[in-house]
């Protein structure tokens, strides 16, 4: 049944002080990539004090919880499994909060969330152990390393859902722009593809009042640059989606030598395989050939970071239908723009069938960004993720 207005669970009010505590000392301690010793700690803890059976060390820091329900078998004699998944990582950025919970560990900080991220999951876990009423098992698996070194990659090729045979897996991200009480999915793509490149260029470094003895890499590299855009204006279907961005440049070490080499580097987003093969071998090519015709040679470091994450059909109606229970159908963004900004759940859901949603995080007045040095999880949007994760165990594992 759907509703038109919140229904949040009531132990999510009742406990949102204890949960925004939490909250604010995981943001106070950020961890980044594959060092989450101490917030992996932290959550373990927890889980242990609900009563769950907790193991801690996949993926080196990762930590998965599992929760069977009281409810005798199915029907058919097969209790359903499924995976919900919360991310553990910070970003290496310096913090310009000023807030009293502030990180203390300089040069890192939560600024994409990921500790409201935790939160939710660990509070729905505790309400659900404490009357855990559906029949099936439920597995909270808190990821490390989500930012830019593929921890969720490694948790699957550790054996993640050999060790968790879930049926299913879910993710969630809380989505500053969107209003506090809303959500958005849809089936299909909702993140891009992570793939990054280095294309060094090899010219004959000189002086830089004689070019014409040398072969600049500088200017051929400017031309490389002009020439990439070319790729998503002139190779990939209009009606497809791609994104080519330079992000670094850099040559040389002073004013009067032409170097030897000058490097870009950056990224890649795509949707659909195929176009993401396109731009591969477009940009090898193009960055070839264009070095070439200014009698230098170039050398391309290409590399799929992460696939893009595709939703399945099936249960992204189910999320569906348990977020309508908390937040009602029309708060619910059935046909958002998907992002050009990827996720490594996408591992997970290319060995499991799931859904990822967006939980609305409120107006990004001021400098409230995702990846921003002044960003901060709201608060608010804490009793909403925890009920919508407790509603879709009720949705996916009733009787």
């Known amino acids: 049944m759907t509703v038109t207005k919140p229904s949040l669970h009531p132990r999510a009010t009742e406990l949102v ?8 000392h995981l943001h106070a301690h950020p961890e980044t990539a594959f060092e989450e010793k101490l917030t992996s700690a932290f959550v373990a803890q927890k889980l242990q004090s609900f009563g769950l059976d907790v193991k801690t060390g996949i993926a080196r820091t990762g930590v998965v919880a599992t929760l069977q329900g009281k409810g005798g078998p199915r029907k058919n004699g097969k209790a359903k499994r499924i995976g919900l998944r ?18 203390k560990h300089p040069g890192k900080m939560h600024a994409c969330g990921h500790d409201g991220h935790m939160t939710m999951l660990l509070g729905a876990a505790k309400i659900l152990a404490e009357n855990p ?16 070194e593929g921890g969720g990659r490694e948790m699957v090729e550790e054996g993640l859902f050999d060790s968790h045979p879930a049926d299913a897996v879910y993710g969630m991200h809380n989505w500053p722009g969107r209003d506090v009480g809303t959500m958005a999915m849809k089936p299909g793509p909702m993140m891009a593809s992570y793939d990054i490149f280095e294309i060094a260029i090899d010219g004959r470094g000189c002086h830089a009042a004689m070019p014409h003895l040398g072969r600049d890499p500088i200017t051929a590299a400017g031309q490389v640059l002009l020439a990439l855009q070319t790729i998503t204006a002139r190779n990939v279907n209009p009606l497809q989606s791609a994104v080519i961005s330079p992000t670094q440049i850099f040559a040389g070490d002073t004013w009067n030598v032409i170097p030897d080499t000058a490097t870009i580097r950056g990224t890649v987003r795509t949707f659909a395989p195929d176009i993401q093969d396109l731009v591969e071998e477009r940009l090898k090519t ?37 977020a309508s229970r ?18 490594d759940f996408a591992f997970m ?3 499991k069938p799931g859904s990822y949603v967006w939980l609305g995080n409120g107006p990004t007045d001021g400098n409230c960004l995702l990846h921003n ?14 009920s919508y994760w407790i ?3 009720e949705e996916c594992l009733s009787a």
């Open 373 to 386: 040095a002044a960003y901060d999880f709201n608060d608010d949007a804490i009793p909403y993720g925890v």
């Open 326 to 343: 908390v937040v009602g159908a029309d708060q619910i963004d059935q046909n958002p723009e998907p992002s050009m900004a990827s996720e």
């Open 133 to 148: 009423d559906f029949t099936g098992t439920v597995d909270f698996i808190f990821q490390p390393a989500e930012e830019n």
């Open 349 to 351: 859901l290319n060995a």
């Open 17 to 24: 002080d204890e949960f925004t505590q939490w909250r604010h």
């Open 286 to 322: 193009v960055a070839d050939a264009t070095a070439r015709a200014f009698d230098c040679t170039a050398r391309v470091m290409y590399q799929r970071r992460y696939p893009a994450t595709i939703n399945s059909e099936a249960e992204t109606g189910i999320a569906f239908a348990a």
């Open 391 to 393: 509603s879709l165990v």
């Open 86 to 103: 919360a991310d553990m990582d910070a970003l290496d950025i310096h913090e310009t909060t000023n807030l009293p919970y502030a990180s």
